[in-house]
T-cell receptor, first 114, second 110 residues
Framework: SQTIHQWPATLVQPVGSPLSLECTVE??????LYWYRQAAGRGLQLLFY??????ISSEVPQNLSASRPQDRQFILSSKKLLLSDSGFYLC?????????????FGEGSWLTVV | RKEVEQDPGPFNVPEGATVAFNCTYS??????FFWYRQDCRKEPKLLMS???SGNEDGRFTAQLNRASQYISLLIRDSKLSDSATYLC???????????FGPGTRLSVLP
């Protein structure tokens, strides 16, 4: 069966520090991969998605970037964090099913920028 | 108009009650629909897909109304453990894009 794992689960970072969140998927090949952010009490905001190695689409311009160095690995990065980057970051993958693609999420990473 | 809209709630219902949520979507060409459940400080998890003919999974029933562009979720015999936020999700074209509603918060009270 397929599994998705992301880490770290929780982190507290000072303003201006770098960020790296990592996500891996197992049990599938060539998945669509996503990074979402959920601010406190808000809905899910799509940040990046990828349909293949090295292919990244950005939905929201900001100081974050994403990379996909391997088929089942997706990384979210920042060179300098802002206070507004605080939130719940979710990695996800999708697979084509009976009625089209279905999306599944990792456990999430709680980021607090102080 | 937002792509996917939901009443944010909260819906506060007693145990055993029946509760229904609606979700409207703006893209009439949308092809697939889902309900997800999100517990506090956790990731969203797939509750059920919504088929054109409607579908039922235990106490949960999902319906799709393409003419009026909404989907619904009915929960019968509510349990305390049903307390969560319910997200409506639309996949416009069977592709890789998913549009999430803001969620409806449900609290089932003893």
């Amino acid at each position: 069966s397929q599994t998705i794992h992301q880490w770290p689960a929780t982190l507290v970072q000072p303003v201006g520090s770098p960020l790296s969140l990592e996500c891996t998927v197992e049990g599938t090949s060539n998945p669509n991969l996503y990074w979402y952010r959920q601010a406190a009490g808000r809905g899910l905001q799509l940040l990046f998605y990828s349909v293949g190695i090295g292919q990244i689409s950005s939905e929201v311009p900001q100081n974050l970037s994403a990379s996909r160095p391997q088929d089942r690995q997706f990384i979210l990065s920042s060179k300098k964090l802002l206070l507004s980057d605080s939130g719940f970051y979710l990695c996800a993958w999708s697979v084509l099913g009976r009625i089209g693609n279905t999306i599944y999420f990792g456990e999430g990473s709680w980021l607090t920028v102080v | 108009r937002k792509e996917v809209e939901q009443d944010p709630g909260p819906f506060n219902v007693p145990e055993g009650a029946t509760v229904a949520f609606n979700c409207t979507y703006s893209n009439s060409a949308s092809q697939s629909f889902f309900w997800y459940r999100q517990d506090c400080r956790k990731e969203p998890k797939l509750l059920m897909s919504v088929y054109s003919s409607g579908n039922e999974d235990g106490r949960f029933t999902a319906q799709l109304n393409r003419a009026s562009q909404y989907i619904s979720l009915l929960i019968r015999d509510s349990k305390l453990s049903d307390s969560a936020t319910y997200l409506c999700v639309v996949n416009p074209n069977y592709g890789q894009n998913f549009v999430f509603g803001p969620g409806t918060r449900l609290s089932v009270l003893p």
